[in-house]
């Protein structure tokens, strides 16, 4: 049973497309959050949303808006994709720290975008 | 700016041997930190964790180093296994929710 789940897994567009990639957690976190891993493998935090709030943004081009329609999923919409966007993607949930709970973060396997 | 660095990017190591990770960071800020290893095409998996106020952790055969006044941590594997072949990250937290990462060190475990 898949704790942090992503689709589509590949994701191969045309420049200027418009395209979503969705995360759902079945693991009852009240924090999720999208990664980019760039061509050099870096991981780097995008955001972050704790039950249904921004908390974090980075410097992250406004193409990118994260939508999270409830706790248990944060979608990731890109606008007028570019080649630069291609990475792959991840999508992490964490426990709702109030709880006194872990602070390890969960990682769903990964949407590969490739732009052409 | 890499706030947390990994200098090896690869380990070759011996199974049944100790496998050593290295890590060091810049920010005395981070007050938890994370290991974390990475299947190709997979996502990254949670291996062990050590908060700041601690100087080792250990699970089985990981154990985490913390050494706070030199910025550095690193995770020792022993025995290394064929299975652990992979690459593992380092990680730090940052006010609870921003997690930064190392680049990686792949690790091969030769029969």
């Known amino acids: 049973d898949t704790a942090v789940s992503q689709t589509p897994k590949y994701l191969v567009t045309q420049m200027g497309n418009d395209k979503s990639i969705k995360c759902e957690q079945n693991?009852?976190?009240?924090?999720m959050y999208w990664y980019k891993q760039d061509s050099k493998k870096f991981l780097k935090i995008m955001f972050s949303?704790?039950?249904?709030?921004?908390?974090i943004n980075e410097t992250v081009p406004n193409r990118f808006s994260p939508k999270s329609p409830d706790k248990a999923h944060l979608n990731l919409h890109i606008n007028s994709l570019e080649l630069g966007d291609s990475a792959v993607y991840f999508c992490?949930?964490?426990?709702?720290?109030?709880?006194?709970?872990?602070?390890?973060?969960?990682f769903g396997p990964g949407t590969r975008l490739l732009v052409l | 700016d890499q706030q947390v660095k990994q200098n090896s990017p690869s380990l070759s190591v011996q199974e049944g041997r100790i496998s050593i990770l290295n890590c060091d960071y810049t920010?005395?800020?981070?007050?938890?930190f994370l290991w974390y290893k990475k299947y190709p095409a997979e996502g990254p998996t949670f291996l062990i964790s050590?908060?700041?106020?601690?100087d080792k952790n250990e699970d089985g055969r990981f154990t985490v180093f913390l050494n706070k006044s030199a910025k550095h941590l690193s995770l020792h594997i022993v025995p290394s296994q064929p299975g652990d072949s992979a690459v593992y990250f380092c990680?730090?937290?940052?006010?609870?929710?921003?997690?930064?990462f190392g680049a990686g060190t792949t690790v091969t475990v030769r029969a």
């Open positions: 992490a949930s964490s426990q709702d720290l109030q709880q006194g709970a872990s602070k390890t973060q969960y």
């Open positions: 050590i908060s700041s106020i601690k």
């Open positions: 949303y704790n039950n249904k709030e921004l908390i």
């Open positions: 693991l009852g976190h009240d924090t």
């Open positions: 920010n005395s800020m981070f007050d938890y």
């Open positions: 990680a730090a937290l940052l006010n609870d929710y921003k997690l930064s």
